[in-house]
């Protein structure tokens, strides 16, 4: 199992954002997480990275406990997340971010920026993964300038070139149009089967989930409300009820 959530809760102020969710990711498959806003999806996602602790259960990346542990370790451990993570960095241009984003910079430390001929290793592995994700030809440009879909590929590159195991996709289409969609659809699918990265991924397009996941795990109120393949989910009457508009 690639990814095993055990049993987790997390309160805010007494508010109850997560109660007692388990999940388990198969090695090499895609996984959708869905539900409306205020589910507790980011919640769970912070508390698999690393940057939440539960008040309880367990976590377990590849048979191994990581609840608790600080981001850091688990993403050198091999989970990675692709979420805005360009934006600190954008007065550079794509490749100086991607390189970053190898060394294991998030933005806060870039005072220690140096050249990047520095950084031969990180230099190729940033190179190949702007390749993987088709900007190779936008190396040189600055990040402020990348059109929204380029934006959200270089999100993909910069995780990526960390060569992770585990992927987090945190509504990979939001903001795009119906068009763009679809082609981001099939850049992910395409890409992360190629590579053999498990995806966890959030999303409100039925459709890119319909089209994308092998499982789902539908989360409402902080709970598991079902859990199966995407037909499986599409046909529950207790999840038409709740938000497929019945
Ligand atoms: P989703 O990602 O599914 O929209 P979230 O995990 O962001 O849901 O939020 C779940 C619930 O927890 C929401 O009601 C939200 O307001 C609350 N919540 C999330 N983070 C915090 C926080 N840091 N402090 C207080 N409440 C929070």
Do not use: C
Request: net charge positive; charged share 25%; hydrophobic share 45%.
């Amino acid at each position: 199992m690639a990814l095993k959530v055990e049993g987790v809760y997390k309160s805010f102020q007494g508010f109850l954002a997560l109660g007692g969710v388990s999940l388990e990711v198969r090695e090499g498959t895609f996984h959708a997480l869905v539900g409306p806003n205020g589910a507790g999806k980011t919640t769970l996602f912070n508390v698999i990275t690393g940057r939440l602790v539960p008040d309880r259960g367990r976590v377990y990346f590849r048979g191994r406990e990581i609840t608790g542990w600080p981001t850091p370790k688990v993403a050198r451990l091999g989970v990675a997340i692709a979420f805005q993570r360009a934006q600190p960095f954008a007065s550079m241009t794509v490749l100086e971010a991607v390189v970053l984003a190898r060394l294991g910079y998030t933005g806060n430390t870039l005072k220690l920026l140096k050249p990047l001929v520095r950084f031969p290793e990180a230099r190729a592995k940033a190179e190949e993964a702007l390749g993987k994700v088709g900007l190779e030809a936008h190396a040189g440009r600055r990040v402020a300038e990348l059109p929204l879909g380029d934006l959200k590929r270089l999100d993909v590159a910069m995780a990526l070139v960390a060569e992770p195991r585990l992927l987090l996709l945190d509504e990979p289409l939001a903001g795009l149009s119906r068009a763009e969609r679809r082609r981001m659809v099939d850049f992910i699918g395409e890409l992360l089967r190629r590579e053999g990265v498990t995806l966890l991924f959030t999303e409100h397009d039925t459709e890119a989930v319909l089209a994308l996941a092998d499982r789902v795990t539908v989360l409402h109120q902080g709970q598991v409300l079902a859990e199966g393949a995407p037909e499986e989910i599409r046909g529950d009457p207790a999840v038409r009820a709740a938000f497929l508009g019945g």
